[in-house]
């Protein structure tokens, strides 16, 4: 069992569309970190969010974190083929040094 | 300025061999994290080592191990490889050794067991 579940695994859409990528857990997280992984390279670190409720924007992408801490999720407006990748959320409970990635959602934007 | 850097890139080993994995952090990070990516997962926390201390451990057996150099580089060992034990391996560094400071991953090393 994931202590992260991101939903869908794959997404494959056009340029132009809006695309919503989540992650859940039933377990509270101190943070949340979203990456971008590229095939052949690591993962890339897109934002953290800390505080519940918390929204951050990077230009088309909006990050949320629930109010509760349990859960995060990414908007992606008007996607552009260079959006696609591997999308990871990550966290850390509590003091743990030991931090969670989900398995990520694969996306594919198509010219 | 240079980014984590990781050698080898690529790794063909045989059952039963071990392995040693290098990464070099961003100059004035002082903290080194190492997972291990398996094909269609997310990366699995194997170490982070602050100062020359580890500090955090996951889910592996002994055959890992690890360590950092007083220039906070870092190595990983794997001893017996299986097979089980291909996939990417990732280096990241951070500047402390907080999991909510930015972590910077390197490109990994792609490990092969045949």
Redesign the interface.
Known sequence: TQL?E?SPQFLSIQEGENLTVYCNSSSVF??L?W?RQEP??????LV?V?TGGEVKKLKRLTFQFGDARKDSSLHITAAQPGDTGLY?C?G?QGG?????????TSLIVHP | DAG?TQSPTHLIKTRGQHVTLRCSPISGHKSV?W?QQVL??????IF?YYEKEE????NFPDRFSARQFPNYSSELNVNALLLGDSALY?C?SSFL?S??Q???????TRLSIL
């Open positions: 992260l991101q101190s943070s970190q990456y052949g390279e690591g993962p890339v670190l953290t800390v990871l990550a850390a743990s040094y030991i931090p969670t990635f989900g398995r990520g | 984590v994290s997972y269609g997962q997310g990366p699995q926390f982070q500090r955090g451990r996951g990732l990241a050794d999991l909510n930015p972590q910077h991953f390197g490109d990994g």
